[in-house]
T-cell receptor, first 113, second 111 residues
Framework: SQTIHQWPATLVQPVGSPLSLECTVEGTSNPNLYWYRQAAGRGLQLLFYSVGIGQISSEVPQNLSASRPQDRQFILSSKKLLLSDSGFYLC????????????FGSGTQLSVL | GQSLEQPSEVTAVEGAIVQINCTYQTSGFYGLSWYQQHDGGAPTFLSYNALDGLEETGRFSSFLSRSDSYGYLLLQELQMKDSASYFCAVRDRRSGYALNFGKGTSLLVTP
């Protein structure tokens, strides 16, 4: 069966510090991978998506970046965090474009202070 | 672009029926999905409608009218555990077929 792992669960970082959030998927190959961010009490905003290794597309210009060094690994990074980067970060995957179901990781609650 | 509108909050009594509406605007429609998210948790898939009509899954049903760009999620025999946020979503062909979500409807079920 397929599983998705996302860590850490919570993170408190000072402004200006770097960030690295990791997401891995098991039990499937060549998934489409996505990073979403959710502000408190708000909807989900798509940040990045990837349809293959090394292929990253950004939806929203910001100081975040993403990488996909392996087929089932998706990393969200920042060199210098801003206060506005606080939020709930969710990694998600799907098996190809015909599958409607998105599977989400458990999320990372990031607080930038 | 795409946009989805749904009510921000709904309150209902345990055992009752509640309907959460969603209207959307999108170019290239692939269907309407619904997700449930409990506080602090990840969204989980509830249902998907590609064609007009009603889809039933246990206590939950989802309806779609493509001509009206409208759908709804129907929750029957409400239970306290149904208190959560509910999101409608449409697929975006431009973004690796990611889902664009509405802002969510917070459902509170009261005794």
């Amino acid at each position: 069966s397929q599983t998705i792992h996302q860590w850490p669960a919570t993170l408190v970082q000072p402004v200006g510090s770097p960030l690295s959030l990791e997401c891995t998927v098991e039990g499937t190959s060549n998934p489409n991978l996505y990073w979403y961010r959710q502000a408190a009490g708000r909807g989900l905003q798509l940040l990045f998506y990837s349809v293959g290794i090394g292929q990253i597309s950004s939806e929203v210009p910001q100081n975040l970046s993403a990488s996909r060094p392996q087929d089932r690994q998706f990393i969200l990074s920042s060199k210098k965090l801003l206060l506005s980067d606080s939020g709930f970060y969710l990694c998600a995957w799907r098996t190809g474009r015909a599958n409607e179901k998105l599977f989400f990781g458990s999320g990372t609650q990031l607080s930038v202070l | 672009g795409q946009s989805l509108e749904q009510p921000s909050e709904v309150t209902a009594v345990e055992g009752a029926i509640v309907q959460i509406n969603c209207t959307y605007q999108t170019s290239g429609f692939y269907g309407l999905s619904w997700y449930q998210q409990h506080d602090g948790g990840a969204p989980t898939f509830l249902s998907y409608n590609a064609l007009d009509g009603l889809e039933e899954t246990g206590r939950f049903s989802s309806f779609l009218s493509r001509s009206d760009s409208y759908g709804y999620l129907l929750l029957q025999e409400l239970q306290m555990k149904d208190s959560a946020s509910y999101f409608c979503a449409v697929r975006d062909r431009r973004s690796g077929y990611a889902l664009n979500f509405g802002k969510g409807t917070s459902l509170l079920v009261t005794p």
